[in-house]
């Protein structure tokens, strides 16, 4: 049985609405979650009443933005259980989290003979800008193997024991596959890249937000997350660095409020996590981060991460019975995160995606930026239906009709 959550849509203004004829059932939540009215509230009190800038001014409003933008701060490091807010970085995402890291500590300590050790299961995000530091420093990229032939075995840890050699600098993995919907043994995998005297970067997007996250527990050096997957506005997202790292890396970018002294001869840096926020920072998106962690938690991490992987096993099971199909990741009747991704023998997923709209399913087909592994897997795109706190069992039963219809129309 999943949770009683089923009243949750109320609080989440953009699924009262119909497509297609149809009330909308949002299955697209692993590329973005929905805001509840808290959030959205959130943001339009700082704008209506606090919208400043910060840290600077000393009149009233840029004082209380810069509460709120500390607060949100304090706020991060408590929900991720950073030992310090002075770990917390605010980036757009994590996207520029992981580039944050890659151009910062990468080209300050990478090297040639340097190995960067990614795994096949990466997003982009977590794989190019390691790629990218690589051509400049001579560093090589390698990757740990993914097992099954629908990945269905997860990470191949015997060959991460393997490749996990003293010439492993940078470990960078992905907690959750926003592709498989499986989830890595990031504890272990940490210590192993600590023994061999090499950090760990942990693309947190499809965890925080999902379940309990403890950085010190995990032991992890690096863990980056976006707030428009964990019903925050996008944006938003944070960098957790250990501080020790953070002291020692050089900025990335240059500009108004990362300086401690400028002079035409050059200039010196506020310590972290100033010097890696240049500019105006995004001081609206991280109150309504702030609100989003408090109303997650005010659900409970623990019951959300449940009620995700419940609808998910509820889908997966459902949709292997279809004729043709071909599902990624754990298999069915097996533990699995909120995402179920799969494809059809004789239906491309963009025309999956398309059928289904009509009927107010939304979907996300492609290659959900995965490309390698779906070149591994010998696939060019497949269907993802991926699930939310304010998803229900109506919405599987939804998502398997359309299913069956489309099977229909195309005579697959």
């Given at each position: ?55 600077r001014g000393l009149h009233a409003l840029s004082m ?121 043994p990031i504890k272990d995998l940490c210590a192993k ?145 909120g995402t179920v991704s799969f494809a059809f023998a ?67």
């Amino acid at each position: 049985m999943t949770h009683d959550f089923s009243n949750l849509r109320v609080d989440f203004p953009t699924l009262d609405q119909h497509v297609g004829g149809h009330p909308l059932v949002y299955l697209d939540n692993a590329a973005t979650t929905q805001k509840p009215r808290a959030v959205i509230d959130a943001i339009a009190r700082y704008y209506e009443r606090d919208n400043s800038n910060v840290h600077r001014g000393l009149h009233a409003l840029s004082m209380r933005a810069t509460d709120g933008y500390e607060a949100a701060r304090a706020r991060t490091a408590k929900f991720i259980n950073a030992a310090d807010p002075a770990e917390i970085v605010f980036t757009r995402g994590t996207t520029e989290a992981v580039n944050l890291v890659a151009l910062s500590w990468g080209r300050a300590n990478l090297k040639a003979g340097d190995v960067i050790l990614c795994t096949e299961m990466e997003h982009h995000s977590n794989m190019v800008p390691w790629q990218l530091i690589a051509q400049q420093t001579g560093a090589t990229v390698r990757y740990i193997p993914v097992v099954g032939e629908n990945a269905e075995g997860g990470l191949d840890l015997e060959a991460a024991d393997e490749l996990l050699t003293p010439e492993v600098k940078v470990l960078a993995v992905t907690h959750i596959s926003n592709t498989l919907g499986c989830e890595n043994p990031i504890k272990d995998l940490c210590a192993k890249a600590r023994a061999v005297g090499a950090i760990s970067v942990i693309d947190g997007a499809q965890s925080a937000g999902h379940e309990l996250v403890d950085v010190q527990d995990l032991g992890c050096d690096f863990f980056a997350f976006s707030g428009h997957k964990m019903a925050a506005p996008t944006g938003i997202g944070a960098l957790y660095g250990r501080k020790a790292l953070l002291d020692a890396m050089p900025p990335w970018q240059g500009g108004g409020g990362m300086i401690a002294n400028v002079t035409f001869e050059g200039s010196t840096w506020k310590p972290s996590p100033e010097r890696f926020e240049a500019g105006t920072p995004n001081v609206a998106d991280a109150i309504g981060l702030h609100a989003a962690m408090d109303y997650l938690d005010g659900l409970g991490r623990p019951a959300i991460s449940r009620h995700e992987s419940e609808l998910a096993m509820m889908a997966c099971e459902a949709l292997s019975e279809l004729p043709g199909i071909r599902i990624l990741g754990p298999r069915p009747g097996e533990h699995r995160a909120g995402t179920v991704s799969f494809a059809f023998a004789d239906v491309h997923a963009h025309d999956v995606v398309t059928f289904a709209d009509q009927d107010g399913v939304a979907l996300r087909g492609g290659h959900h930026c995965n490309q390698p592994l779906m070149r591994k897997l010998g696939l060019p795109s497949t269907t993802r239906a991926s699930f939310y706190v304010y998803n229900t069992p109506e919405d599987v039963d939804a998502l398997v009709k359309s299913m069956r219809k489309i099977l229909k129309f195309f005579g697959a």
